[in-house]
């Protein structure tokens, strides 16, 4: 059977052969609906009520997409929850880690629970696109096979081998400064540098996790890497918070962009909890504080050179800011929601972080081959 997803050229043939190792699984229950129902991928679902039907490849890349980061997603955030969350039969693996937990808790005290919710979600994120997509005859993403990096051998880790690796993280924490930026808007103004709220996190490689045992002392150290998973944490979730406002405005199925505005707004939930728990690491009475094993600064960012509108930690709300046009007035949103490339720059972002430190170039092939078809994808009307 023809594989619908094969294009004619060479650089193609490479693509859609690593593409078909990705969704092997999903191969045959796409000849399955092929056989069944006559359709193609290259089909129309215009019904927002209807379950039969197939999808346009565009909308079905931007799925896909979607369901990898999801995947990258759950993998993470499951080794947080192993170590500082809550697993119990809806997030299973590990058996948590006192002290981690212990001060992730002194950012929040509900800290524990937000992580296992947040992994939870992540979960039904992933599970529900790929069941979406096989129910309407295209392959779900399957990434076990690069789950090849080995994790925390902390008390509380599962010890399991990871997709990501969130032991080497270079953080650009510049969101923090964008969402209380009243006159600059990333999708009108490209060039602009938002200041970095922990200017030291985007510089090194920090763990955001306690690597071994060896990590859990001194005490300024074990806080120090709590407060790197809060600032990983609403770093991710303001990527998600932007993929899929970016993403939708290039779905054709009215029933794909109701998923899409649907997901979208959940991360929107995750990153506005995770910043405001992230202000307390930077906030009176835990900031500020340094790293003695490595020198790294959680600022005071109340306190000068810090302060004002540009750090204050309880303006949590994104300040309006210009939209569009600067001939329209100032508007609250989320920002950058500029569609053009949105997939490759959250695989750059994700790279650029060292989410993905230790993976192979296979992967890295897989993840940009997924984007650049979502990124090909167009409305169609
Ligand atoms: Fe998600
Ligand atoms: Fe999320």
């Not at 129910?135 to 690069?146: C, I």
């Not at 902390?154 to 993280?169: D, F, I």
């Not at 763990?207 to 859990?216: F, G, H, K, M």
């Not at 303006?315 to 500029?338: A, G, N």
Request: glycine residues 8%; contains cysteine; charged residues 20%.
């Amino acid at each position: 059977m023809r594989d619908p997803l094969i294009e004619s050229n060479t650089q193609a043939n490479r693509r859609s052969f690593i593409k078909r190792g990705l969704t092997a699984a999903g191969t045959a229950s796409l000849a399955g609906g092929l056989l069944a129902n006559n359709v193609a991928l290259f089909g129309r679902e215009d019904d927002d009520d209807d379950s039969s039907g197939s999808l346009t490849r565009g909308d079905a890349a931007m799925l896909r997409f979607a369901a990898a980061a999801e995947i990258l997603e759950t993998d993470f955030w499951v080794q947080y929850n192993e170590l500082g969350g809550i697993p119990d039969n809806e997030v299973p693996g590990g058996s948590g880690n006192p002290i981690y937990t212990a001060k992730l808790q002194n950012l929040d005290s509900d800290f524990d629970q937000y992580i296992h919710d947040n992994t939870d979600d992540e979960i039904t994120h992933f599970t529900f696109l790929n069941a979406y997509l096989e129910s309407k005859g295209a392959g779900p993403v399957n990434l076990e096979r690069f789950r090849t990096l080995p994790g925390s051998t902390a008390t509380g880790s599962s010890g399991k081998l990871r997709l990501t690796n969130l032991m080497q993280l270079t953080l650009d924490t510049s969101w923090w400064t964008r969402y209380r930026s009243g006159s600059n808007n990333p999708d009108l103004d490209p060039n602009f540098k938002f200041p970095q709220a922990v200017p030291d996190l985007s510089k090194g490689q920090f763990t955001a996790i306690p690597r071994s045992d060896a990590d859990l002392s001194p005490d300024a150290h074990i806080q120090a890497i709590a407060n790197t998973a809060a600032f990983h944490m609403p770093t991710i979730e303001q990527g998600g918070n932007s993929l899929y406002p970016a993403m939708a405005q290039r779905a054709t199925s009215v029933q794909v962009l109701r998923i899409l505005v649907s997901i979208g707004p959940t991360e929107t939930m995750h990153f506005q909890t995770w910043s405001d728990k992230a202000g307390n690491a930077v906030s009176s009475p835990l900031a500020p504080l340094t790293d003695p094993t490595n020198g790294l600064v959680f600022p005071n960012l109340n306190a000068p050179p810090f302060g004002g509108p540009r750090f204050q930690t309880n303006l949590i709300m994104p300040e309006p800011c210009p939209f569009l046009s600067r001939k329209l007035p100032r508007v609250s949103i989320i920002r950058p929601t500029k569609t053009q490339g949105i997939a490759m720059a959250v695989v750059n972002f994700l790279t650029s972080m060292g989410l993905f430190l230790g993976q192979s170039e296979e992967f890295f092939d897989v993840l940009r081959d997924l984007a650049e078809d979502a990124d090909a994808a167009r409305r169609e009307t």
